[in-house]
């Protein structure tokens, strides 16, 4: 991933990692074969890797024939890695926005044996910025569940986000 898809990802949290895949029959001749549908759900599609210790995997409800994917950023997206038979919590998932490492993308669905060849473009995350602080200088919707701390300590300020308590 880029460097500025790492680190601190709190703000993204409630947004949304949005990307295309393309599968490509190189051996056939057939240009964007979409995933089997058999074996699409069989395995998570993205596996995000956050503070040295949590692994999050994203499971795909449904095929997209245009190959593009948006994937929540919310608990209710995501299970453990490990402990997958229990639902993730909102705590856990802060956890591990608050110091991305990785993210990766499975991108290949159907038989390799074919040649297929794969790529992935229009890669994007959601981030929050407080108010009129757009670098473009365009004006972005706001963040839903992210709201300026108005409670912290003088010289500290945050973002609270959902009903969380502040970090300051």
Request: proline share 4%; aromatic share 12%; with cysteine.
């Given at each position: 991933?880029?460097?500025?898809?790492?680190?601190?990802?709190?703000?993204?949290?409630?947004?949304?990692?949005?990307?295309?895949?393309?599968?490509?029959?190189?051996?056939?001749?057939r240009?964007?074969?979409?995933?089997?549908s058999?074996?699409?759900?069989l395995f998570p599609q993205i596996l995000l890797i956050g503070n040295h210790r949590i692994e999050l995997e994203h499971i795909p409800m449904e095929v997209y024939e245009d190959?593009?994917?948006?994937?929540?950023?919310?608990?209710?997206?995501?299970?453990?890695?490990?402990t997958s038979q229990i639902?993730?919590?909102?705590?856990?998932?802060?956890?591990?926005?608050?110091?991305?490492?990785?993210a990766y993308?499975?991108?290949?669905?159907?038989?390799?044996?074919?040649?297929?060849s794969i790529s992935i473009s229009e890669l994007s995350l959601d981030v929050a910025v407080p108010e009129?602080?757009?670098e473009t200088g365009v004006e972005s919707p706001l963040a839903i569940g992210v709201e300026?701390?108005?409670t912290c300590h003088d010289g500290y300020e945050s973002l609270r986000l959902d009903n969380a308590m502040p970090q300051c």
């Open positions: 991933m880029p460097p500025s898809f790492t680190g601190d990802r709190t703000s993204s949290y409630n947004g949304y990692f949005r990307f295309r895949i393309r599968n490509d029959d190189n051996y056939r001749g240009p964007h074969v979409k995933p089997a058999s074996t699409f759900r190959g593009k994917y948006k994937v929540r950023l919310h608990e209710s997206s995501w299970r453990n890695r490990v639902a993730l919590t909102r705590k856990q998932m802060m956890v591990a926005l608050q110091n991305v490492q990785a993308i499975r991108a290949t669905y159907n038989d390799m044996t074919r040649g297929d009129g602080g757009s300026q701390c108005e």
